[in-house]
């Protein structure tokens, strides 16, 4: 009976799969419809009714069997052996691991393989386990705490008192990291400009540096400097912009400016580019 | 038959009623605040809000068999407002969010050190008053579709910023008679707005799939800016500057993939176009009355190009061994010229930059038991072009960039009981440039930049707890060649290579524990820079470049379940940094919440923050918060 029942079950979700629409929704009127695991685990089908999961889990077998494998001959005889259990997943390469999720997700993003996290050991290195099982919703997760479990230092950084608002929610590590996908082949530049549109120019007199990238100068994650600059004073500019018979730079003689305590930016203050003087210094000609 | 039909439609009607679920949560309150010190300070950091009610949450959910609908907002009593949310129906999804925060500008004129110019004057003062705060408001709409072998999706959005800032420089510029002009801090007022759409498409099959963007975006930026002119003697007259900035920008995202069980090939290319009209201006505000036009900017006009196309390979040898080999090339083109007139003078001003890039990328990724290894090699080599001319001022050259970065990466998650992530990486960077004419202007020349990093941390499992630690180190090295410059300033100075470092280091250390109804998680770290310029210095006196911070974090949190009803939480931290920047940040907060029945929570909340500084002291404050709120869920 066990055995009619299960093939049965195996039938109505194959159906139900075939017909999306309305026919199948016959077989999930019937009670048909529903996986052949939900009658022996109901407590994990019942628990992912309040996950992301939970219509796919509820309909398609192949929810579970995307990493426990086919479940036919385990539904008829009841027997565990042929399932991928924990153990048997722990031991399986990261593709195949990534593979579990991508035959779903893989739609979602299909450049995974090339994204930096695909070295993770899988998907449910950063999307916890239990979120699968035990009704832990991944969407309502921080992200930076998913985050900081691996990258602690940079955690570290949003506590200085110049940062991103990341503590205070207005954002997540993935409002500028796309986690899932190689990073973007224009750098971090587009990125920060997305927000910081007014330092994106052009400008008729480009910085280099801030072409080039806005870490050249700022730590975005977190600085104990105004601006979330790299460095407090001068020294940032001169890593660059140096030479032995400093103060002096270039042809000009900085001595007395630079000896009143003053700072590069208060003169050349258009430091992300100028429209009007290439020495990023606006009102230097009055 | 049909009546079957209809009995069965309506069971399973009820069914979907009955498994859909409609949960609403409310958090609001009320905040009271006491503060000593700088108020702009404390608002900058964010340590304690604005006095008044809030509403910290309001979610909705409503979850059905066919239907999802979720929204979230919160406003908070200092002016920020976050909106997000989803709704989903069969194949269509609809994303939403909104963000608009205030942020505050902490220097205000006569409480900053500038230029030794005491007592400051009025007129100067006045340009900047009240609590100068700026609002940034963006947020998108994206709607999409799942079409069954593809997805189409467009996304609408916008940025918006106005208000208030403060500018942190206090600039120096000349009078028409070479006496020099010192501007103090003043008050900018930013006006900038942007709106962008994007299409995306995606097709896939079993084994291919493509995807396509485009999008537009239109921005304008404005900004006026008054600054005090300081003479040597006192206050001349008031500086008036206005910018402006009106950009378009498309772009085009074009990436293609095939993938067998072996082996995944892809290809993407990208292309933007932007076009801009800059233009500005400058006068002076007398102060027996009237104005007085100073320098404007006219017939600005600006292209920006750029185009890089790439192709990739990842391959899996083995089941636990995959490698990835990719290229790309990039070409990028830059021009912006304009027509600056100062009184009776004309200007040209012009600025082309051309830069050709080959980029060549090897990953190599291997699983050995339960460690796995990562090695990348990444090399870039360049040609840029630039030629910018003002005046008489013109420079033009042409560079040969090259980098080479590599990084080594393993995992350990069962060695001596922790699992380990350990890396090691290096990068390599030069430009060699070719001067092709150089009048009266300046350039840095060749320039060599290593830098080497080296990192791990740890983790593991301790009882009902867990222990984590990690530390990282780095060196990037500058080696700076004289720079060119025309015509030469003082001939008895012969300038010689120059070096400097760039050392940090930083270590953290956190431990967490559950016990009963108790949970604790404390962390320390610590943080290192120092910027150590090796050049000779003729006047270190005057102008000493050496730098170093050393910061130190501690922090902890303690929450207890006292019982079914009460729930007690405590957080401090405390955050130092010392040397450069000497000052230190204490902030605290203690939660109370007590469940009334079954869906209300009411809460208390105190908080404490404190600011001292010792280079500062104009910014250092205290404020202490008290909140009263409650909390209501409908399930």
Known sequence: MGTLRGRLRHLSAALARAWPMVPGLWFVALGWGQVPCQSCHEEVLQALRDTPHARVAARDVAFCESCHGDTKAHVESGDPAGLVGKQALASWGWQKKAQACLSCHGRQWPQYAASSHAAADACWQCHAVQALHFGERVALRQSSELCGQCHRDVMGSFRLPYRHPLAEGFMTCVSCHAVHEPAPLEGERRTCVKCHREQAGPFVFSHAPAQEGCVSCHAPHGSAHRGMLKGFGNGLCLSCHTQSNFPAVGKVPHNYWLGGGGRCWDCHSQVHGSNVTPDLNPRGRR | ?635
């Open chain 2, 1 to 635: 038959m049909r009546r079957f039909l209809l009995v069965m439609l309506a069971t399973t009607a009820a069914g979907w009623a009955q498994e859909g679920s409609t949960t609403w949560q409310l958090t609001i309150g009320g905040q009271g605040v006491a503060y000593s010190g700088n108020r702009l300070q404390q608002l900058e950091l964010g340590l304690g809000q604005r006095p008044g009610a809030f509403l910290e949450n309001l979610r909705y959910e409503q979850t059905g068999e066919r239907e999802t609908l979720r929204l979230s907002a919160t406003a908070l009593s200092d002016g920020s407002v976050r909106l997000f949310g989803n709704w989903q129906r069969g194949p269509w999804q609809i994303w939403y969010q909104g963000t608009s925060l205030v942020a505050y500008s902490v220097i205000r004129p006569g409480e900053e050190r500038y230029w030794q110019v005491k007592p400051w004057p009025d007129a100067a003062v006045r340009t900047a008053t009240g609590e100068p705060s700026s609002r940034w408001s963006w947020g998108n709409v994206e709607v999409s579709r799942d079409l069954g072998l593809g997805r189409l999706s467009l996304t609408l959005g916008g940025r918006y910023r106005n208000g208030e800032r403060v500018p942190e420089f206090g600039e120096v510029g000349f009078a028409a008679n070479g006496s020099p002009i010192f501007f103090p801090t003043g008050l900018c007022e930013p006006d900038s707005q942007s709106r962008y759409g994007e299409l995306r498409g995606s097709l896939w099959r079993e084994k291919t799939s493509l995807e396509v963007r485009a999008g537009a975006e239109s921005a304008n930026d404005r900004e006026i800016c008054r600054l005090a002119a300081m003479g040597p003697t006192g206050y001349l007259d008031s500086n008036l500057s206005r910018f402006r900035n009106e950009v378009t920008h498309q772009w085009v995202d074009l990436a293609w993939q095939v993938r067998t069980s072996a082996l995944q090939v892809s290809m993407a290319g990208s292309g933007h176009w932007q076009e801009n009209t800059p233009g500005g201006g400058d006068w002076r505000e007398l102060p027996q009355g009237g104005v007085r036009p100073g320098w404007t900017l006219s017939q600005g006009d600006g292209r920006d190009r750029r185009a890089v196309a790439s192709v990739g390979m990842v391959w899996w040898p083995w089941e636990k061994v995959q490698v990835a080999v990719g290229v790309a090339g990039e070409s990028s083109y830059q021009w912006g010229e304009g027509d600056w007139q100062d009184r009776a003078r004309s200007t040209s001003v012009r600025q082309r930059r051309d830069v050709e890039r080959q980029r060549a990328r090897l990953e190599v990724r291997g699983k050995l038991g339960t460690a796995s290894v990562r090695l990348v090699a990444d090399g870039v080599s360049g040609d840029a072009k630039l030629t910018r001319s003002f005046g008489r001022q013109l420079v033009s050259w042409e560079a040969d960039q090259k980098e080479w970065r590599s990084r080594l990466e393993v995992a350990a998650p069962r060695w001596l009981g922790f699992s380990w992530r350990g890396w090691v990486s290096a990068r390599k960077w030069s430009e060699d440039p070719t001067l092709r004419e150089l009048e009266w202007g300046y350039l840095p020349a060749p320039d060599r930049v290593r830098d080497y990093a080296a990192g791990f941390s740890a983790r593991r499992t301790l009882g009902n707890g867990f222990l984590g630690f990690g530390a990282s180190a780095s060196r990037v090295a500058s080696d700076l060649d004289p720079p060119y410059f025309e015509p030469i300033y003082d001939p008895t100075q012969v300038p010689t290579r120059t070096e400097a470092d760039l050392f940090q280091e930083r270590a953290t250390l956190t431990y967490g524990l559950m016990a009963g109804a108790h949970q604790l998680t404390a962390e320390l770290g610590y943080l290192r820079t120092r910027y150590d310029f090796q050049a000779s210095r003729p006047f270190p006196e005057l102008a000493p470049v050496g730098e170093e911070l050393t910061g130190f974090v501690a922090a902890a949190t303690w929450e207890w379940n006292w019982s079914e009803k009460l729930f007690f939480s405590a957080f401090g931290e405390w955050v130092a940094s010392r040397q450069v920047v000497h000052n230190q940040v204490v902030t605290g907060r203690m939660d109370v919440a007590y469940r009334v029945g079954h869906a209300m929570r009411l809460f208390g909340r105190f908080g404490y923050g404190d600011l001292t500084w010792r280079h500062a002291r104009s910014r250092e404050f205290t404020g202490k918060s008290v909140a009263l709120g409650l909390q209501w869920r409908s399930q």
